[in-house]
């Protein structure tokens, strides 16, 4: 690995390109990004150069997508005539079903990476980059079919960052992330939603810190998760459903025995989040 | 205001004492709990004696009941008998209208004013008590019927507190907080047992940060909740029977363009709940 390529020069982007320095890479890393994301970059250090995707992509032997999904989705088709032979694309988008099967159709075998650093900060942008941003974090690899030899140089950097590398099919990613990061995300917004809609006056100023941590995620805007939940809608709706089942068991069960049952199981999903370290 | 009586030495009750110190409050602090409450409350400061409760009701003039709602409904018969004339009882009990309703079949006129300090904190017990815990946070109080003269005395306590104090009825304390406090709780635990039943083998190892946001709340046991949603069940219903319904609305639009209404919705919320100062 002697070029790498970082397309789109944000949070994860600028953190990638961080971390393999700090692993040691000398070579040279190309951002292809806005203006200003390139200028925070290369002032910070994340990139050496600029260029545009064909121009990058004849040129990396590794080429890191860190954009939003809908952006992969156009990027992937649009790299595919200039990319260098050997090279290897992966991704940091957060579904994978049809980021994975864009490339399969667009690139050559072997040349495709799916990926997913479970990694992030309330600060978005590349002046937020941090060399750490990986660290004892959560980083999904999805292989599928033959394997470039640039995807072992991928993996080694990775763990150099200290992340823990977890390797599944994407199928499998969707259906994880759709549990622990999408419904988590509806659930926060329906909630604040809910809120908003009651009109009720003092919803909005009595209140303790639940409320704040569960109205976090609702903070995020649609334009960021509107992709995301268009590539992953059947998992979605599919937990969507199961959600609702569970607070229709709730209500029908509110201040009963039998509620317990929910919030011991509730409380053991939450206890295992924070007790278990995060292992293969 | 020369004796105060706190039922149940915990978070709130030994913090209620601590603050009434801090405050230049110099009469004594008579504490009603177990044994290991009150060595703890006695140890900090919190109380300066011991009784029960029939003993404290006899001698103070402000009876403050700290405990959990089941508890305080069956404190209140029990001391009724034994209440000094012109002493003023007060609580800290979660919800409101059947604390209220139980006061004013039991108690004398004008003895009771219903309470709800929106404090808390990640430790329970004395042992974490904090003259600071009340200041710029919402305390709530439900006036009914005739005031007691020891009623402003709560009042210019609180104050001293740094307590933002908020007078509404006990009906709408309990529809406020079915939205802030019962639904979050609701939502937290039926997310996080919604990923414990689906048996992903990855809901509890492939997540961010927001997984934990979204299941701190699911921590709580039953115990305690369950008389708070079984005095509060038509608010309660009534408020998730909203959330499912913009749930419902979630998974119809998912990832269409109609979904950004939803989410502006909740952003709106989130950051009022944020940006604005608590203030009367």
């Excluded at 990476?113 to 900060?121: E, F, I, T, W």
């Excluded at 823990?164 to 990613?173: T, Y």
Aim: hydrophobic share 45%.
């Amino acid at each position: 690995m002697q070029t790498v390529g970082i397309v789109g020069v944000g949070l994860i982007g600028a953190s990638f390109g961080l971390a393999l320095r700090k692993s040691g890479f000398s070579g040279e890393i190309i951002g292809v990004s806005s203006e200003p994301a390139l200028a925070a970059g290369l002032a910070c250090g994340a990139i050496s150069s600029s260029a545009t995707l064909p121009a990058a992509a004849e040129r990396a032997d590794l080429l890191y997508l860190a954009q939003t999904v809908d952006r992969i989705l156009q990027t992937i088709p649009e790299l595919a005539p200039a990319l260098r032979p050997g090279a290897l694309v992966t991704d940091a988008g957060s579904t994978k079903k049809q980021i994975v099967a864009c490339a399969l159709a667009h690139l050559p075998a072997g040349s495709f990476l799916g990926g997913h650093p479970l990694a992030g900060k309330e600060k978005r942008g590349p002046e937020a980059a941090d060399a750490e941003l990986f660290r004892d974090r959560p980083y999904v690899l999805t292989p599928v079919g033959a394997a470039s030899p640039e995807a072992s140089a991928l993996r080694e950097a990775l763990a150099s960052f200290g992340a823990v590398v977890v390797e599944i099919s994407p199928e499998e990613h969707d259906a994880a992330l759709a549990l622990t990061s999408h419904l988590p995300q509806l659930a926060s917004t329906a909630l604040a939603a809910t809120l908003q809609r009651s009109a009720n006056p003092h919803a909005a100023r009595i209140f303790g810190n639940g409320l704040l941590d569960m109205t976090r995620l609702a903070l995020s805007s649609a334009d960021l998760w509107r992709s995301i939940l268009v590539t992953n809608r059947s998992e979605v709706s599919m937990a969507i459903d199961s959600y609702i089942e569970i607070l229709q068991q709730l209500k029908r069960t509110l201040g009963e025995r039998e509620m317990t049952n929910t919030f011991e199981e509730g409380a053991l999903l939450a206890r295992s989040i924070r007790k278990l370290p995060l292992t293969k």
